[in-house]
């Protein structure tokens, strides 16, 4: 199995981050990842409440509702730590996706 380098990586290999900064850099790689997936399962959940809907069943609507909601309260946590997160890293940090993942990259910009 090949190791995909990370931005903790990269900033070991520069001499540049502190050791606080490879963890938080590393920690908001594992948040967005997270975000990313709370995202997809909000959107299953999404098509979930259309399917019932269309077939008129409203007791599994109202529990994909209610999976959303709690889908749409994890991701506005996980946004917020990763906002504070982020006030430790200078500058803008770009933060990779997993490539068997899928998908480009996340920015996070420090208007600090």
């Known amino acids: 199995m090949s190791r995909v380098p990370h931005l903790a990586d990269e900033a070991i290999a520069a001499g ?4 606080d900064e490879v963890q938080v ?10 975000c990313h997936r709370t995202n997809l399962r909000i959107d299953m959940y ?37 906002d504070r997160l982020q006030r430790y890293l200078p500058g803008d940090v770009t933060i990779p996706w997993n490539p068997s993942e899928g998908g480009g990259a996340v920015v996070l910009q420090n208007d600090a």
């Open 25 to 34: 850099a590393y920690l908001l790689r594992l948040l967005s990842q997270i």
């Open 46 to 82: 999404q098509r979930g409440i259309a399917i019932a809907d269309a077939r008129g069943d409203a007791g599994f609507a109202c529990a994909f509702r209610h999976l959303t909601h709690i889908a749409h309260h994890d991701r506005q946590i996980l946004e917020d730590v990763i």
């Open 16 to 19: 540049a981050a502190t050791a």
